[in-house]
């Protein structure tokens, strides 16, 4: 009960108590669990609600599970809550057999009467997609990363069939959606939890205190200080190895690399490259580093009346000398974004024409749009690192020095973080220093979220750009039942890109991880943090 007190007795944020901030016990957690840094503070532990964060990239995994995940190599889907799967011949119907002994989690606030069963399924994805739905609305949801894809004109209905079988009816074919619903977003709720949460008028609680079927449940939040997860005993996918995981989301005193060599924290997630060699002289501590779906990108306002203009576009893309940004901000371990899409994408395209630095070519479109006695822009620059830009702040320093080569002068607006769905509000704000994460290894995971007209009408386009001709390309390319057809497609959408550029490809950042060695069983994937099941300490 005591740890159900410290979620309930006080209201902060999302109706969590603010924590007495008492010092993690770093040497007790140790006999059971580890401490995992990092991360920032969650604003919701539902990741329907988010498009980025701590809740879909670390704690979803942990707390909830997806009808299918997607295997890390090959990035198709497989089974998980779903043991199997059929189509129907035009592709716009899916009927998923789910497992039968799947348990939800026990808790102090629930203890479920059943297992999962086709009511969780139908409850949680008609939930997104029905305005009318009774939670649809509650905790002032958005469901971002939905909108951002337009999963809501996509998924027509969600049907029971029985009591573990659901069939999904689809508006059209989208050879993206075992992908979409294989994301950390896409997760399972308990319908009876939800009832039982309606009777009594709590029905934010689904979003604050979480019941899913993963291997740890949620036991303990205290506000900008700790996140406790506790093993699932009755998880359905092999048991936890250790009892509990706390991620320390504090910013006491020290950063989080002290923290790691101080033996305050076990894990590391996406250590800054500045930090690599010091990380690599400490024997106690593993490295990893992987190629990750990423990309950082400086979003133009295309609003703005001087960059409405693409060859103003143009000029600032010409301006930027990325290796400089390789050299001095990620130190050798990025690579020079050439695209939005990751060099591990199958539809990659190298465009060494339109992406490169050429100061003389700038100036001159510069001229030829008429801006030849230069140009005052301002930019929004998050402080928060990312694998896919280690230093915003220099990263954007170093921009600022580029512009102001080709008479442009670059006022920066730092921001702890930088959202999103904020952007669309802040008219005063002409270009955006950002990124994005790809959950899915589809090439339209990157193109739709952040590019379409859907994505611009639903106000989370930073670009504010819209055309028809890449729309359609998208489409298309979501129907077409031969992949060398689909790859054509995406690289005509990228010509497109490279010509208009309402968003300049910076980099490509590495996935890292540290950890200490005593730990073992991490999985690894070029997506999202992945259950913590299988990890233990060996000594």
Sequence with gaps: MKAFLRLTLGICGFSLLVGCSDEIDHNKIRQSGFVYCGQGSPQTFNPQLVDSGITSEALSP????????????????????????????????????????????????????????????????????????????????????????????????????????????????????????????????SQEYAHQLELSGQKERLDSHPVGTGPFYLDEYQVNDLIRLRRNNAYWNQVAKVEQVVFDISHRGTGTLAKLLRNECDVLSSPISSQIPIIEQQDSLELTAKPAMNVAYIAVNTLHPALNDSRVRKALNFAINRQNILDSVYYGTGSLAHTILPPSSWAYQKDETHIRFDRNYAIALLREAGYSKGLELTMSVPLEPKAYNPSPRKTAELIQANFADIGITLHLVTEERAKRSDATSKANIDLFLTGWFGVTGDPDNFFRPLLSCDSERAGLNMSMWCDADFDFLLDLALEVDKPRYRTNLYKQAQNILNEEFPVIPLAHGMQFKAYDKTLTGFKFSPFNVQPFNLVERVN
């Design 62 to 189: 942990q707390i909830f599970d997806t009808l299918v995940t997607l295997d890390p190599t090959s990035h198709l889907p497989v089974a998980s809550l779903a043991s199997s799967w059929k189509v129907n011949k035009s592709r716009t119907e899916y009927i998923f057999q789910l497992r039968n002994d799947v348990n939800f989690q026990t808790t102090d606030w629930f203890t479920p009467s059943r297992k999962l069963n086709a009511d969780d399924v139908v409850f949680s994805f008609r939930r997104i997609i029905d305005s009318t739905h009774s939670f649809h609305y509650v905790s002032n949801a958005q469901y971002p990363w939905f909108n951002g894809i337009d999963f809501k004109n996509l998924l027509i209905d969600v049907q029971a069939i029985d009591k573990h079988t659901v069939k999904f009816t689809l508006s059209r074919p989208d050879n993206t959606f075992l992908s979409n619903i294989a994301t950390s977003h896409a997760v399972v709720h």
